[in-house]
């Protein structure tokens, strides 16, 4: 019978670059479910830029089996601020879409305000290796980018959920849904085959810390 695997949960540094952009591409960009559905095809500046910003806002989190030392999974997190104003600068047009739908989820509400706090940690991207799923570790991953969050003293977290694993991880960790979002009622047209129950729907949550 084999053991279940273990794993090293730490904070990313610039030497886990390469194998989080490797992750990305070889099982985020093709499982998540708007990725996935716009045949989002290896965005390597735009991951890149993710990475970048995760690093420069030391909130972000690695997950590496410890027998093979192969990268299991990965948060990556930015800190937000009250005063920031949230402008889209993207030349891929189908991630650009994307990431204007997700800051359609946003609209008419504020969670700096809701959450009493001028400072937010954004889970932007959570993902797992398919081949160490159901060992928990998305919300061992959420778990400690919030612990790390609590240091800076930012106020509260909040995420994009775009499927229901996903949205289930955050539950476990205290997040509350703020706003539902239909991917087919949103558009009818690119999103048309999004009607899986695990897959089609956004839901925005969030919790203080």
């Known amino acids: 019978m084999l053991s279940s695997p ?16 490797n992750l990305l591409v070889s099982s985020f960009f093709c499982d998540e479910p ?10 390597i500046d735009f991951a890149n830029n ?9 909130c972000s989190f690695v997950a590496y089996d410890l ?7 990965v948060c990556l997190n930015e800190v ?6 949230n402008i889209i600068h993207e ?14 989820m946003h609209k008419d509400i504020n969670l700096f305000d809701h959450l009493l706090t001028n400072s937010l940690l954004h889970i ?11 060992n928990g570790l998305a919300s061992s991953l959420i778990a400690a980018s919030i612990q790390q969050a609590k240091t800076f003293n930012i106020g509260g977290a909040y995420a994009e959920a775009t ?14 849904t703020y706003r539902q979002l239909n991917y087919v009622e949103y558009d009818q047209v690119r999103l048309a085959d999004l009607t899986d129950k695990n897959n089609d729907e956004c839901q925005l949550v969030a919790r203080t810390l």
């Not at 937000?80 to 104003?85: I, R």
């Open 6 to 21: 273990q794993f090293s949960v730490h904070l990313m540094c610039e030497e886990d670059r390469i194998h989080v952009l």
């Open 34 to 43: 708007l990725a996935k559905c716009l045949q989002v095809k290896e965005p």
């Open 50 to 58: 993710v990475i970048s910003d995760a690093l420069n806002d030391q």
């Open 67 to 73: 027998q093979t030392n192969r990268l299991a999974g």
């Open 80 to 85: 937000k601020y009250k005063t920031h104003t």
């Open 91 to 104: 030349s891929n047009e189908k991630i650009y879409f994307i990431l204007h739908l997700l800051d359609h």
């Open 124 to 134: 932007f991207i959570i993902n797992v290796d398919n081949t160490y799923r159901g």
């Open 163 to 176: 499927n229901t694993y996903s949205l289930n991880s955050f539950t476990r960790q205290g997040f509350q």
